[in-house]
């Protein structure tokens, strides 16, 4: 939680997966937060491809390089 909270005041607008093996329900509610994906493990790596192209999409255009 604290991770995630101080990645998102710093980089408000910038993705971030969350993967794990357990807890999925709290890992989930972390995921309905702006612009965070959550993945349950073990996972195929076309899910996670999947799932930064849909995040990648949530950028804003201007941060885009």
Known sequence: DALL????????????????????????????RHHVGFLQKPYHPDRLAALARR?????????QG
């Not at 995040?55 to 941060?63: D, V």
């Open 5 to 32: 909270a101080r990645l998102q005041n710093r980089w408000p607008d910038v993705p971030v997966v969350l993967s794990s093996g357990y807890d999925a329900d709290r890992a989930q509610r972390l995921a309905s």
């Open 55 to 63: 995040l990648a999409r949530l950028i804003p255009a201007q941060t």
